[in-house]
């Protein structure tokens, strides 16, 4: 039989502390608070003029005519029999895109109601 070997006890090493006392840090003055009217998520609300209009629904539109695209494309894809790596490429840029048409909705939708208020 082998001899069992009986380990030390190894104190916990002590904990280092500083020698000089730590300085206390100056409080900041607080910034000055602007007043803006705020939309209920959150966001300031910036007055819209009719050229900013017009371009978010030029790009909802061109957005929704990729969006179209890219599901025919995928459509195409899939029925051609095409590799899986070829179906998840056009998946994921249809998803990208639908996320951006989506948010192109709201802001059209923002500035129709801003402009009915």
């Not at 000089?20 to 209920?40: F, W």
């Not at 300031?44 to 017009?54: A, G």
């Not at 695209?69 to 051609?80: R, S, T, V």
Request: hydrophobic share 35%; with cysteine.
């Amino acid at each position: 039989m082998a001899k069992r070997t009986v380990r030390k006890a190894v104190k916990p090493a002590k904990r280092k502390t500083s020698k000089t006392p730590a300085k206390r840090k100056t409080a900041r003055k607080a910034p000055a608070k602007r007043k803006r009217t705020v939309k209920a998520h959150g966001m300031p609300m910036i007055p819209m003029s009719d050229e900013n209009r017009k371009a978010l629904w030029n790009t909802y539109r061109t957005l929704q005519s990729r969006v179209n695209f890219a599901l025919d494309k995928l459509k195409a894809h899939f029925q051609m029999h095409a590799t899986p790596h070829t179906l998840l490429e056009d998946r994921r840029e249809l998803l990208l895109l639908l996320g951006e048409c989506n948010y192109m909705a709201r802001a059209c939708e923002e500035a129709r109601a801003e402009l009915e208020r």
